[in-house]
């Protein structure tokens, strides 16, 4: 597959190819453990595929055959975040959640490997996950003095019932592709030497759907869990589809025009 680079970063890779830009965590010597810089660079990636009118759908992995993501780099772990060049100590992968949860476009996570501790959150904040047989996955926090208890609490209990969330976070077991498939985290569970060519077939064939009905469903699925915030997304996409209606485009042209608007000949239906 012919991937070309969309833009040159220092700890991920960016490539396109037919609609689909693969956001690749490139750090294999940490298990693709992720830093402030990490993150920052995944976050410029995905603005990059929201604004893109080629890009229709993202996938997120690791590089190497033995992680997607070990979650924060332990090695920069300091008080207060994570701490990058700057000194500053961090937790920006929570904006990376954010965005990845309000991009209008689906995003599958690729896991090919180990999805542990914040690595583990990040592919379920994915729509979709694929994974490869030799994927293991589960919570660190407790263990190593972390927790996530936002999205990586509520919205894991809301996937796997609060029961099996409490398990995963109390015990910090490990747990294999086929346990993740079971409990409902996991799309599908193909042999790693599959893995790519899965993720490709998913994306083109929800490139063959209409993009606005993936957008709208999107952000119905999340309205439901993400109070205001999640109104507003949905809300933000009615007031775009109305602002392409002639009944919009009046009451402007009203206001420009210095006139009163004139909605009389506007459909009202049932
Ligand atoms: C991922 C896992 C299970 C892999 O185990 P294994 O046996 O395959 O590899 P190994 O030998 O542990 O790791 C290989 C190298 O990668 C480094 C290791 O230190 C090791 O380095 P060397 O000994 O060769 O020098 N490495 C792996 N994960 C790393 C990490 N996260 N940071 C820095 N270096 C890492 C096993 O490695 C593991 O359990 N890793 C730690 C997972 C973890 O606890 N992550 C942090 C959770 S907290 C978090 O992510 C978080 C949050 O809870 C809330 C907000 C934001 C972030």
């Known amino acids: 597959r012919n991937w070309t680079t969309i833009k ?3 700890e991920i890779c960016f490539d ?3 609609g689909i830009a693969k ?3 490139n750090r294999p010597r940490y298990r693709n453990a992720f830093t402030p810089k990490t993150v920052q ?3 410029d990636a995905l603005v990059y595929c929201r604004e893109s009118q080629d890009v229709c759908v993202v996938v997120l992995t690791g590089a190497g055959d033995k992680a997607f993501c070990s979650g924060g780099d332990m090695n920069v772990k300091g008080r207060g975040g994570y701490v990058g060049g700057d000194g ?3 937790l920006n992968v929570l904006d ?3 965005q990845i949860r309000s991009l209008p476009k689906p995003v599958i996570a690729m896991v090919n490997g180990y999805a542990i501790g914040g690595g583990h959150v990040l592919h379920l904040m994915c729509d979709l996950t ?3 047989d030799n994927a293991i996955f589960g919570q660190t926090g407790p263990k190593v003095g972390s927790f996530d208890a936002g999205f990586g609490a509520s919205y894991l209990a809301r996937i796997v019932g609060q029961k099996k969330a409490r398990e995963i976070w109390f015990l910090c077991r490990q747990y294999s592709a ?3 498939e079971r409990m409902g985290m996991v799309n599908k569970v193909v042999p790693s030497e599959r893995l790519e060519d899965e993720v490709v077939d998913w994306a083109k064939t929800m490139m063959e759907r209409s993009p606005l009905a993936l957008r709208m469903i999107k952000a119905g699925l999340n309205a439901e869990l993400d109070g205001q915030a999640g109104i507003q997304e949905l809300a933000g996409d009615a007031t775009m589809l109305y602002y392409m209606l002639d009944e919009a485009q009046e009451g402007g042209r009203a206001f420009l025009e210095k006139r009163k608007p004139d909605f009389s000949k506007y459909p009202k239906l049932p």
Do not use: G
């Open 96 to 98: 990376v959640q954010k």
């Open 88 to 90: 500053v100590p961090r």
């Open 16 to 18: 396109f190819f037919e």
């Open 130 to 132: 694929i994974a490869s």
């Open 23 to 25: 956001i690749t965590i």
């Open 8 to 10: 040159s970063y220092e």
């Open 178 to 180: 086929a346990e993740a």
């Open 41 to 43: 660079e995944i976050s």
